[in-house]
């Protein structure tokens, strides 16, 4: 079944992209938890960060650049954010295609509520 984020990467649905390349996209979280609230998604459909495979893992370093990369381009370098996957039922995950949560631009509570 189409993940709801291969139709994104497709482009068969919009998204308010800020960044792309040939493996990673990220764009705006629709209902956003925090002032700054973008997902960091792979091409590559892997439903989550337990069923990434040893040739998937250099996805987790880039994934950290370019979260460090926008983290930089929308201010939130000095006063800290968050990266975060939810990994299966347990965790919250809706939306089964692997993707990362970058929160921040403003206090973000503890961690667990
Ligand atoms: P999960 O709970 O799977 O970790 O996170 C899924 C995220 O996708 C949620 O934060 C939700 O707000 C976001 N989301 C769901 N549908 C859409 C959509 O159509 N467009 C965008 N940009 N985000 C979405």
Same mark, same amino acid.
């Given at each position: 079944m189409t993940?709801?984020?291969e139709k994104i990467i497709n482009g068969d649905l919009p998204c308010e992209k800020v960044f792309e390349?040939?493996?990673i996209i990220a764009f705006k979280d629709i209902f956003p938890k925090a002032p700054v609230h973008i997902l960091i998604?792979?091409?590559k459909v892997i439903p989550?960060? %337990?069923?990434?495979k040893e040739e998937d893992l250099p996805l987790i370093g880039e994934i950290v650049k370019v979260a460090q990369?926008?983290?930089q381009e929308f201010g939130l370098e000095e006063e800290g954010y968050r990266l975060l996957t939810n990994n299966g039922n347990h965790a919250? %995950?809706?939306?089964?295609?692997l993707h990362f949560h970058l929160l921040g631009g403003g206090p973000l509570g503890r961690m667990v509520g």
């Open positions: 993940t709801l984020f390349n040939d493996r998604v792979t091409k989550n960060l %337990q069923s990434m990369q926008l983290a919250g %995950q809706v939306i089964h295609h």
